[in-house]
Nanobody, 125 residues
Framework: QVQLVESGGGLVQTGGSLKLSCAASGRSFSRNAMGWFRQAPGKDREFVAVIAWWSSSSIYYADSVKGRFTVSRDNAKNTMYLQMNSLKPEDTAVYYC?????????????????WGQGTQVTVSS
């Protein structure tokens, strides 16, 4: 059974940092794209970042997080990370990791086949 488990969320003040982790089990995603999404109350789930399995050459971010967030992965550990710096109140949301069966990257939630349960990130002003 495939599982994605996020961790690292919490409460932080504006300008602070958090690092999220997404540990995969049940199958290897070392050759698949993995992404981060978030959903704030009353809003649709939105794309945050995506990283291809060959990582360094294919990473994309939402404009709203570019320059502040960094996605990375450790294929040996089947784990993806999201380093979030300079956090703002508008970053408050439940953050989800997701993985595709396909190799290519995508910013569309419907293109992802596996999802974690989410981890809450709250940024206080």
């Amino acid at each position: 059974q495939v599982q994605l488990v996020e961790s690292g969320g919490g409460l932080v003040q504006t300008g602070g940092s958090l690092k999220l982790s997404c540990a995969a089990s049940g199958r290897s995603f070392s050759r698949n794209a993995m992404g981060w999404f978030r959903q704030a109350p009353g809003k649709d789930r939105e794309f945050v970042a995506v990283i291809a399995w060959w990582s360094s050459s294919s990473i994309y971010y939402a404009d709203s997080v570019k320059g502040r967030f960094t996605v990375s992965r450790d294929n040996a550990k089947n784990t993806m990370y999201l380093q979030m710096n300079s956090l703002k109140p508008e970053d408050t949301a439940v953050y989800y990791c997701a993985a595709r069966r396909a190799i290519g990257t995508s910013s569309a939630p419907n293109d992802y086949d596996y999802w974690g349960q989410g981890t809450q990130v709250t940024v206080s002003s």
